[in-house]
């Protein structure tokens, strides 16, 4: 059970023990404010997270003077704010740890735990708050040293009401439309300007303006061009799993599926360039971003999805899965089943790439690099089909091709036999524990 102690000693208490190199014991006031470096030194703040940090510490003193006047309509508004933020953020600064994360938790972390199933995640209940709260004391992101029995038991599974997620796409698209309606307030109904002096003739008006050129003879014939040779095919690309367009991608945030227990939603960033085909802007981070939708809810912990990197497989074919258009694909390892058994049983895990390549770098299988993938792979042509049975892990962990399983490429001179999954710089992808799974 977590102690209802007053928030500044549960706040002090909980730093003490858990940044003992960071936070000075002998300090019975902290500065919180810029205690945020020391605590998270491998974390850079820009000046406006340092603007948001010390706003959110503002607010949670603000929260913590109303439930102790017992304010109740304070309270809610506050609570109701803070839960409208997180609907978009692993956490207060969208995907960066803050010391402002810490207080929050040991705010709310006593009220949370009074809370009925309504009040956590029924139709007006505070979802994006409990969520933020399990995260901030289970993530690897904060480390806190919590004992088991002090945390704030929370079933994950258990949503009484599924809000309606929002659209990143349709949102940017809405405020584009305000921003050029706001602009240009003469525009007409359909967002087309107005010009003076070009309205319809009114009767007897002759169409044509005096001083206008006049119109081309209809019966004039056009001179007749010579029709040029058409340019040879270019040829074929060549046959490899480079067709595939693997890539690092840094997963910002992951949250529950609100119309599917089996699937995370991830907010992905692929190193795409800004207004790339099926990207959207994230607010939070400014960083051009892919939505992307994994069945891997119940597989992989949804804490294990947090901020890290992973391999995305970035030119299939956009679907919609469950209301949710998802633009990218999460690589990971299974062990491999007979055919009819059930392939989603588990474990799973996913393929990792070096902690510290960039989003957006390419990964390829050693051997078979050359070309460029595919912008879009056809569906009708199946190149994922045909290359996804060789994705494999090896006896050392390490992700590979293996071109016996794909009969189309057996045989081309020059190829090796298992082509490991590397970056740009020969570091290659790997796994935690599955030897000879299936990747896909």
């Known amino acids: 059970m977590a102690t209802a102690a007053a928030p500044e000693t549960s706040l002090l208490s909980l730093l003490y023990r858990?940044?003992?190199?960071?936070?000075?014991?002998?300090?019975?006031?902290?500065?919180?404010?810029?205690?945020?470096?020391?605590?998270?030194?491998?974390?850079?703040?820009?000046?406006?997270?340092?603007?948001d940090i010390k706003q959110w510490l503002h607010t949670s003193s603000g929260l913590k003077a109303a439930?102790?006047?017992?304010?109740?309509s304070v309270v809610e508004s506050i609570l109701a704010q803070l839960n409208t933020h997180l609907a978009t953020g692993t956490t207060l600064l969208g995907a960066k740890p803050s010391v402002a994360d810490i207080a929050v938790y040991a705010l709310l972390a006593p009220l949370v735990e009074k809370w009925s199933p309504e009040e956590r995640t029924g139709e007006k209940g505070y979802h994006h708050i409990v969520r933020h709260i399990d995260f901030v004391q289970?993530?690897?992101?904060?480390?806190?040293?919590?004992?088991?029995?002090?945390?704030?038991?929370?079933?994950?599974?258990?949503?009484?009401?599924?809000?309606?997620?929002?659209?990143?796409?349709?949102?940017?698209?809405?405020?584009?439309?305000e921003k050029a309606s706001a602009?240009?307030?003469?525009?007409?109904?359909?967002?087309?300007?107005?010009?003076?002096?070009?309205?319809?003739p009114e009767k007897g008006q002759p169409s044509d303006a005096a001083g206008a050129p006049p119109k081309p003879n209809k019966k004039e014939k056009k001179e007749k061009k010579e029709k040029q040779p058409?340019?040879?095919?270019?040829?074929?690309?060549?046959?490899?799993?480079?067709l595939i367009d693997l890539r690092v991608g840094h997963i910002l945030r992951a949250v529950n599926h609100p119309n599917a227990d089996s699937l995370y939603v991830s907010t992905i960033d692929c190193g795409d360039a800004p207004d790339t085909d099926n990207t959207s802007l994230d607010e939070e981070t400014g960083k051009t971003v892919r939505t992307v939708c994994s069945g891997l809810n119940g597989l992989v912990p949804?804490?294990?999805?947090?901020?890290?990197?992973?391999?995305?497989?970035?030119?299939?074919?956009?679907?919609?899965?469950?209301?949710?258009?998802?633009c990218a694909m999460v690589l990971a390892a299974s062990p491999r089943v007979a055919e009819g058994e059930d392939s989603h049983a588990g474990p799973v895990e996913l393929v990792s790439p070096p902690a510290d390549a960039p989003a957006g770098e390419?990964?390829?299988?050693?051997?078979?690099?050359?070309?460029?993938?595919?912008?879009?792979?056809?569906?009708?042509?199946?190149?994922?089909?045909?290359?996804?049975?060789?994705?494999?892990?090896?006896?050392?962990?390490?992700?590979?091709?293996?071109?016996?399983?794909?009969?189309?490429?057996?045989g081309q001179e020059g190829k090796p036999a298992i082509?490991?999954?590397?970056?740009?710089?020969?570091?290659?992808?790997?796994?935690?524990?599955?030897?000879?799974?299936?990747v896909r």
Not at 67 to 72: Q, T, V, Y
Request: glycine share 6%; hydrophobic share 35%; with cysteine.
């Open 18 to 51: 858990s940044y003992p190199a960071a936070i000075s014991p002998d300090a019975t006031e902290p500065d919180y404010l810029h205690a945020s470096p020391k605590i998270f030194p491998q974390v850079t703040f820009v000046e406006t997270e340092e603007a």
């Open 419 to 438: 082509g490991k999954l590397a970056t740009a710089s020969g570091v290659v992808c790997t796994v935690k524990t599955l030897k000879n799974a299936a």
């Open 67 to 72: 439930l102790a006047k017992d304010e109740k």
């Open 230 to 242: 058409k340019p040879p095919p270019a040829p074929a690309a060549p046959l490899a799993p480079s």
């Open 183 to 200: 602009q240009n307030p003469d525009a007409g109904a359909e967002g087309k300007p107005l010009v003076v002096g070009q309205g319809k």
């Open 302 to 326: 949804l804490e294990e999805m947090q901020g890290r990197k992973i391999v995305a497989v970035c030119n299939l074919k956009p679907v919609t899965m469950r209301g949710i258009k998802s």
């Open 362 to 410: 390419r990964v390829g299988f050693q051997g078979w690099n050359e070309g460029e993938p595919e912008k879009v792979l056809n569906p009708k042509k199946k190149v994922w089909e045909t290359f996804q049975p060789g994705f494999t892990t090896t006896e050392n962990l390490e992700v590979a091709f293996d071109s016996s399983a794909v009969p189309s490429v057996q």
């Open 138 to 177: 289970n993530s690897r992101l904060f480390s806190l040293q919590i004992p088991e029995e002090e945390k704030i038991p929370i079933d994950v599974n258990d949503v009484r009401f599924v809000p309606k997620p929002i659209d990143p796409k349709e949102e940017k698209e809405r405020k584009k439309r």
